[in-house]
């Protein structure tokens, strides 16, 4: 049972934006760990923004200023707002979870940064 799916991908052109989502179907109150990693062609998968509990954040150096990971308790939901993407941003976008000893993931969905 897929328990994290993620939307709001697609393709932009550089400079613009894309909010990312991650629905859970589990309670993300209690988790200790949410996060957005990426892998792109031919590299391995990265870590791309954190939330820690107490929501503390880290991010890659790459994003920071550009990206914003938050999250909605509410509807179970992680977003990860991406701003003056550059081509170096396309990849799959994976979302992931930690709760407890679970380790959640999405499938992914495509950024595509072109011109």
């Known amino acids: 049972q897929v328990m994290l799916v993620e939307s709001g991908g697609g393709l932009v052109q550089p400079g613009g934006s894309l909010r990312l989502s991650c629905a859970a179907r589990?309670?993300?109150?209690?988790?200790?760990?949410m996060g957005w990693y990426r892998q792109a062609p031919g590299k391995q998968r990265e870590l791309v923004a954190t939330l820690i509990s107490g929501d503390k954040t880290n991010y890659a150096d790459s994003v920071k200023g550009r990206f914003t990971i938050s999250r909605d308790n509410a509807v179970n939901t992680v977003y990860l707002q991406m701003n003056s993407l550059k081509p170096e941003d396309t990849a799959v976008y994976y979302c992931n979870v930690v709760r407890g000893v679970y380790d959640y993931w999405g499938q992914g969905t495509q950024v595509t940064v072109s011109s």
């Open positions: 589990i309670s993300i109150f209690s988790a200790n760990v």
